[in-house]
């Protein structure tokens, strides 16, 4: 039988024992957590202050970028030709939108939003990131944008503002020149994701001077810090750090030049430049037709997009300086310097008979019957081919294209725009190079009259006009707070080639030359330049045996480019002018052009009277006749859909193809 082990025998002191050592642990236990705690919250308010203090102050407190104003445009009077007013603005942002749906219908019932709209914003939407602004609708009435901001509680994800938009006094006037402005893309934020690129009215250059010179137009932007309750309504302004504005740029433009020019160029589609020949400062650049800069900066809408897409004598190209064309007879002068320099003496004579055989090919003079025996004064003033055929095949291109180039033709100029086309100026080695083929005398003949490869833009020919005038290599300055060097030295001619050369275009207007029409009416003042009629077309001997050969008889597309180029007074040369019109039929319209905007510089009251004469029979100004032209547009091709349409076509609608600068450039 197993024996019993005695149980453990527990006495008083034994409990106390055991009682302190448990006391000691789990107080030993509190202390180490009370310690910790003590740590942690000396840790907290003492080391995290800052985080904190940061954390606990946005959740009252909003701040908020302010745009900067852009620097204003000016002209070398300070006229002003871009500015800034104020603006009311309602954008949506994406991320903060609960439910987007009943959003834009609120939206739609508050600011008369169009069908139109409804499908931009839709369509804006779904294709920006949450971070980027939708606009909604700019240049709003205070009324309607107080509406919007007494309701802001309740709309989420829309955001009112008001600030400074772009303005452009001149409008289409400018276009070409100053370009417009427009939100940043998303190209742009995402190279440095500065914050201002998507504040909600704040826009950036996208073409012309606005893209070009945007560093310097560009402000600092503002900061603006606002307390409100944990449902965003207002409680109180706090400290507002106010933004700076741009600097100023003062172009060499004379504004009021410049809105003459772009008027007097009409219904035709084409350019106009004036330069003064002893600085070189442009004082009008304008191309016609154009957009109105205020629309694409306010946001253009589709049918204005697709009307201005689609019409032929693009609006949306600026021609002064993409334009390129064969420069016709206006090269002649120069071809004249060309060959007085080799040796040629003007008294040469050459018997005009209406055309020149080269080879099995003819080429004909514009005057059918022949200008008979003529030598090279004539041979300007009556602008005869047949003498520059034959004369130019003497001293071949190569010496034609190096005075080219001295005079301007085929080069890049120092301008602030983001792109010219340089045209062409051929010679023998350009075409090995570029076709593999050697020249040939016929390529000879048709450069001395400007057709075949030559090709210039309108710019060159003011250019051209200028250092003809000047005998200086000029260079076109534009900007007028821009520190430039001296301008180019002399070309090197020969004084009495010079003048010979002046005196023969000034018989082109006040002599028995081929535009008498263009001859100013301004008492001591002669206007000196040269025409020149460009071909698009070849035409074929049936049509010459026919008599078919008017370009006016034609097409719109199939006639004549007309340009002239000139300079005046041709005693005492101030101003050089360049004219390009696109399918003008001939020189003399655009010399008619060229008069009257040299009228304007030596007696504006008369060139105004004539303008005035003028617009009556075009249908009214720039303004009147781009809306009558929206009026036609929208009658012909667009048929407003209903809100049923426009609802159920939501999700397959297509917005108007991108405006020209809004790709990310």
Not at 417 to 426: D, K, W
Request: proline share 6%.
């Amino acid at each position: 039988m197993a024996t019993r082990r005695p149980g453990r025998f527990i006495t008083d002191q034994s409990l106390v024992y055991t009682f302190t050592r448990r006391a000691l642990v789990l107080g030993g236990l509190q202390v180490g957590l009370g310690g910790l705690l003590a740590g942690r919250m000396g840790w907290l308010a003492i080391s995290q202050k800052d985080k904190y203090d940061r954390l606990a102050e946005s959740n009252r407190v909003q701040s908020q970028l302010i745009p900067p104003r852009r620097g204003w445009i000016v002209d070398r009077f300070g006229k002003p030709i871009a500015i800034n007013r104020t603006s009311f603005r309602v954008d949506l942002i994406p991320d903060r939108l609960q439910d987007p749906d009943r959003i834009i219908d609120e939206l739609r019932a508050l600011l008369d939003l169009a069908p139109e709209d409804i499908r931009r914003i839709k369509d804006a939407l779904d294709k920006a990131p949450g971070y980027q602004p939708v606009p909604v609708v700019e240049n709003l009435d205070y009324e309607r944008y107080a509406a919007i901001s007494l309701k802001q509680p309740d709309l989420p994800g829309v955001a009112p503002s008001s600030g400074y938009a772009r303005a452009y006094p001149l409008g289409a006037g400018v276009a070409h020149l100053v370009g417009y402005v427009g939100p940043a893309s998303i190209e742009d934020y995402k190279k440095n994701r500065d914050p201002l690129l998507i504040t909600p009215g704040f826009k950036v250059g996208k073409e012309g001077l606005e893209r070009t010179m945007e560093p310097w137009l560009r402000g600092k932007p503002g900061a603006k810090r606002t307390e409100v309750t944990a449902h965003g309504k207002l409680v109180a302004d706090l400290t507002t750090r106010p933004e700076q504005m741009g600097h100023t740029l003062r172009l060499t433009i004379d504004a009021g030049l410049q809105e003459y020019t772009a008027r007097r160029l009409g219904p035709n589609s084409g350019a106009c430049t004036v330069i003064e020949v002893a600085t070189g400062n442009i004082l009008a650049m304008a191309s016609m037709p154009a957009y109105d800069p205020n629309s694409f900066s306010d946001g253009i809408g589709q049918s204005e997009w697709a009307m201005m897409s689609a019409d032929d004598h693009l609006p949306l190209m600026n021609k002064t300086l993409q334009g390129l064309y064969p420069p016709g007879s206006t090269v002649k002068p120069m071809v004249a310097l060309a060959l007085l320099r080799a040796g040629v003496p003007a008294t040469d004579t050459v018997v005009c008979s209406g055309a020149y055989r080269v080879g099995n090919g003819l080429f004909h003079c514009w005057r059918h019957s022949g200008h008979g025996a003529i030598d090279m004064h004539r041979a300007i003033a009556q602008s005869c081919d047949i003498y520059f055929y034959a004369m130019a095949r003497r001293i071949g291109i190569d010496q034609i294209a190096r005075m080219a180039r001295m005079l301007g033709m085929g080069e890049k100029y120092d301008l602030p725009f983001a792109s010219q086309r340089y045209g062409t100026v051929p010679d023998t080695a350009w075409k090995l190079g570029k076709y593999h083929k050697p020249w040939t005398v016929a390529d000879t003949v048709n450069s001395a009259i400007g057709q075949g490869y030559m090709l210039v833009n309108p710019l060159q020919l003011a250019v051209m006009a200028s250092r003809i005038a000047g005998g200086q290599v000029l260079q076109p300055r534009l900007i007028g707070n821009k520190r430039y060097g001296p301008q180019g030295p002399p070309i090197g001619f020969d004084r009495e080639h010079l003048d010979f050369v002046h005196r023969a275009m000034r018989d082109v207007i006040s002599g028995v030359g081929t535009a008498g029409s263009a001859r100013l009416q301004v008492a001591g003042v002669e206007l000196a330049g040269k025409t020149g009629s460009a071909q698009v077309r070849r035409i074929s001997m049936a049509e010459r045996r026919a008599g078919n050969t008017a370009s006016e008889r034609l097409a719109w597309k199939y006639r004549d480019h007309g340009h002239f180029l000139g300079f005046a007074p041709y005693d005492a040369p101030r101003y050089a002018i360049g004219v390009t019109l696109e399918h003008g039929n001939h020189g003399a319209a655009a010399a008619q052009v060229a008069r009257d905007v040299m009228t304007y510089l030596f007696a504006p009251e008369r060139a105004m009277a004539t303008l005035a004469a003028n617009e009556a029979q075009w249908g009214g100004g720039i303004t009147e006749r781009m809306a009558a032209e929206a009026a036609r547009w929208q009658t012909a091709h667009v048929a407003g859909p209903t809100v049923e349409q426009d609802d159920a076509e939501a999700d397959t609608a297509q917005g108007p193809r991108t405006p020209p600068g809004e790709r990310g450039d």
